[in-house]
């Protein structure tokens, strides 16, 4: 088989290097989508070309357009109809084989124009009225040639503005403005995704591989400090994936191979007249072979899948059914000789076996007359957890903590969006049954337990904005309620989260923007699950409280360009407490363990601040970037809330640069710089890690009394793009920390050995030497046919 793929890839990259460019020259492609208003209505009509050519047409009765004759190249896309705004869609790559559908909503105007106009808007992002500002919108495009992203949705959104590098840098983990990294929530297509990480943190979210294909994503869109009633559960941002469909003319074939994995994806139509859509892929690592290639002791394995078909009805009724999954193993085995280093892998790295599911059922009504439109989703996601670390992990004897466990959530969302009279009312309900079981066992904290929980969760929302002054003026305000029948330690009312949204253009082209909110979330199932001798020591815990205050002015300079300047506040109240550690839960979840496994008091304070200056650039005079800079505070308290200290996330700076230039013959060259401050860490205690070896304890006493160093790193990345007839590829060269900085981390011990791999008598504890930085280079390969 390796050959067989071997010789194949060789005779591909014969043919498009050998192709006479006569060939390539007559290659032509089309693009092709939907306009619709904000009710989903279709606008017969409307006017759609391709910026910088002669080329457009006009949507038929169903709001669908497509362009012929396009030359393979980036483009953007622009659509107007009369009494609308028109609407700009940046950096489209049309390739000759695998397009997607560009669908556009366009809004309604203040002055109904006699003719239609044909200049984009001035505006480089439609943000719905209740988030004005803090929200940032990666198109299908960038998030596949993002440098050093890997083709990982993830990844990718850690490079937006206001999110910090986790800890070391190789993890995704999202850590928005100094909150903790189990703050967001995830939506895929309007449902909830617990887990969109392999190997993710029980209890958090965050992991080192991300699980969503980027084959399947039209765009993501990162909201923080600001975000609708209808989200649940977010404290610091929701994070919402919009997949693409099917296509509805021709079966097409996705091929990707990239530093960590290869993926298969096949798109196309279901029924002859196209009402019926899917896509469909699956993904194999092989870092597995790779490290034993190299003789690194560790064996990261999964698999991910995920699905997406789509039936339309009729013109008002849509049916979509989703669905993503992952089987994950990371286990350790013994390299060829000793190696000190590799020994403390070896003998520190858990093993964890995971499975995570979700799939969901949608249903989308557009309300006749245009009054609006209803969304209904059912949907049910699962983790399994099996979690093991063991003294001797070469043999798995020992083994000193286990947890097996299992989460189970079976949800009904509700949503109506109601237009009248100038007015939008967004209103709805979700409604929960969730189980959890868990068996824990350790050793050496001398506890075990067995717990089962199932509770009912409910929440209920309203929301209403409307735009005055001629639109120069948006105004919005809500609420939310949430409940469940597990916790004792509140009601809907004490739950009760009002928010407000403004936004206001004073002179032509430059806006004041503010919002005000209140978010809350449930402890995690491994709080609330916890026992102590028998009792659930946590039903009484609180559900964690976050208030937002955020004002920026903007200023669009031009049609693809705008800066703006933000300031936040975010106060924490309720929130959880480790009674052993006596800390902030805030300051953990961001590594391979369970958090949240211990019996907390949910009386904590916390608080962030800061401010952050955002420039972007879409796609002009074939240049696109994004550059941004946050200066922030993150401080929590423990039980004393009286004493704020400095969180693991307080780095103070945070400096993120992305941007790519668009070179003549398909090729385009991108680069990524990140950048974060010095951050507390917390110290070894010594004397317990060398007792308990190889478990590793950290003294949380001493938060704050060392630092890591500042985090810079440089990622640049080539692509050059060939488009055949019937074939397209795209073969990328990315170079990963081209600077050859090292990562900062903590301080690392292991087990002092002699020279033939034995522990030292008396034992003792010895630093692992720091690996010192180096470049990254990988190349990765993405067919279409």
């Known amino acids: 088989m390796r050959l067989t793929w071997s010789r194949l890839l060789f005779g591909l990259f014969v043919v498009v290097t050998c192709a006479p ?22 606008l017969p009509g409307a006017t759609v070309f391709l910026q910088g050519t002669q080329l457009g047409t006009i949507s038929d009765a169903l709001g669908f357009f497509r362009i012929d004759g396009v030359e393979p190249g980036t483009y953007n896309l622009v659509v107007s109809y009369v009494g609308f705004e028109s609407q700009t869609r940046f950096n489209i790559e049309v390739k000759s084989v695998g397009n997607p559908t560009y669908n556009f909503t366009l809004i309604e105007s203040v002055e109904v124009l006699p003719d239609v106009i044909v200049t984009p808007d001035r505006n480089l992002v439609s943000r719905p009225i209740e988030t004005p500002l803090s929200t940032q919108t990666l198109t299908a495009v960038e998030l596949a040639t993002y440098p050093g992203g890997n083709n990982d949705v993830v990844r990718v959104a850690q490079s937006l503005p206001g999110i910090s590098p986790s800890p070391g840098g190789f993890r995704n983990d999202l850590i928005i403005r100094g909150g903790a990294p189990n703050e967001t929530v995830y939506y895929l297509d309007g449902v909830e995704i ?32 600001a975000f609708g009633a209808q989200y649940d559960n977010a404290l610091s941002g929701v994070l919402q994936f919009e997949q693409r469909d099917g296509d509805a003319s021709r079966r097409n074939t996705n091929f990707r191979i990239s530093a960590s994995e290869a993926a298969l994806t096949a798109s196309g139509p279901l029924q002859k007249n196209g009402r019926t859509t899917y896509l469909a892929s699956v993904r194999r690592s092989y870092l597995q072979f790779l490290f034993e290639l190299i003789g690194l ?51 520190q790295a858990p093993f964890i076996e995971q499975q995570t599911n979700t799939v969901g059922l949608t249903w989308r009504k557009i309300l006749p007359e245009s009054q609006g439109f209803m969304t209904t989703t059912v949907s049910n996601n699962f983790l399994l957890n099996d979690f093991s670390r063991f003294a001797d992990n070469v043999n798995r004897e020992g083994r000193f903590f286990s947890n097996d ?33 868990n068996v824990t066992r350790d050793t050496n904290a001398g506890f075990e337990y067995s717990t089962r929980i199932n509770f009912f969760k409910y929440g209920l929302f309203a929301n209403a904005s409307r735009s005055l002054m001629d639109r120069r003026l948006d105004v919005s305000f809500g609420f939310r309620l949430d409940d469940d029948t597990f916790t004792t330690g509140g009601s809907p009312l004490s739950t009760f989260s009002p928010r407000a949204a403004f936004s206001y253009e004073f002179v032509d082209g430059w806006k ?16 609330l699950g916890f026992r102590s001798a028998g009792t659930l020591v946590n039903e009484d815990a609180k559900y964690t409280r976050s208030d ?3 004002l920026g002015v903007e200023r669009v300079i031009g049609p693809a360009t705008n800066l703006s300047v933000e300031g936040f506040v975010k106060r924490y109240d309720d929130y959880p407490v480790s009674t052993v550690d006596e800390v902030s839960l805030a300051n953990k979840g961001a590594g391979f363990e369970v958090l949240g496994n211990e019996e907390v008091d949910t009386v904590g304070k916390g608080r962030t601040y800061g401010a952050e200056v955002l420039f972007q650039q879409k796609l002009a005079r074939r240049f696109y970037g994004i550059l941004s800079y946050t200066y922030f505070f993150s401080e929590f308290t423990g039980f004393d809330t009286s004493v704020y200290r400095p969180s693991l996330w307080d780095s103070r700076h945070l400096v993120s640069f992305t941007g790519g230039y668009k070179l003549g013959r398909n090729w385009e060259v991108s680069s990524r710089l990140r950048f974060a401050g010095k951050t507390p860490v917390v110290p070894t205690d010594l004397e317990e890690s060398l007792r308990l070896y190889p478990q590793i304890v950290l003294d949380y006493s001493r938060l704050g009394e060392e630092e890591l160093a500042t985090f810079a790193q440089l990622d640049v990345r080539i692509d050059k793009k060939w488009n055949l ?19 900062p981390a903590p301080t690392q011990y292991a087990l002092a050995r002699d020279g033939a791999g034995l522990p030292l008598d008396p034992r003792a504890l010895r630093v692992v030497e720091q690996d010192a930085g180096s470049p990254i280079p990988t190349i990765g390969i993405v067919v279409d046919f």
């Open 297 to 347: 002791p560790i064996r990261p394995d999964y698999w991910d899948y995920q699905y997406k078909v789509t039936h339309r009805l009729d013109n008002l009724n849509t049916i979509s059914l989703i669905g993503v999954g992952s089987i994950d193993d990371f286990a350790v085995e013994t390299p060829s000789g000793f190696d000190e280093d590799q020994q403390a892998t070896l003998d």
């Open 725 to 743: 007839p019937g074939l397209s590829l795209d073969v990328f060269l990315e170079v990963g920390n081209v600077t050859g900085q090292a990562a």
């Open 405 to 437: 466990s299992r989460e189970t959530e079976t949800k009904l969302r509700y949503a109506l969006s109601y237009f009248w009279n100038n007015w939008e009312f967004d209103s709805g309900f979700n409604a929960q049954i969730s189980n959890y079981r």
């Open 512 to 527: 004041v923007n503010g919002t005000a909110g209140r978010y809350y979330k449930i402890p995690p199932y491994t709080i």
């Open 548 to 550: 937002h205050f955020v």
């Open 21 to 42: 460019e006569q060939l390539r020259a007559q290659v032509r492609a089309d693009v092709s989508g939907y306009v619709k208003d904000v009710t989903e209505t279709p």
């Open 194 to 225: 617990p887990n969109i990480n392999h190997f993710s943190t029980q209890g958090s979210s965050g992991g080192p591989v991300g699980l969503l294909n980027v084959s399947f994503v039209d765009n993501v869109t990162l909201s923080t400090s």
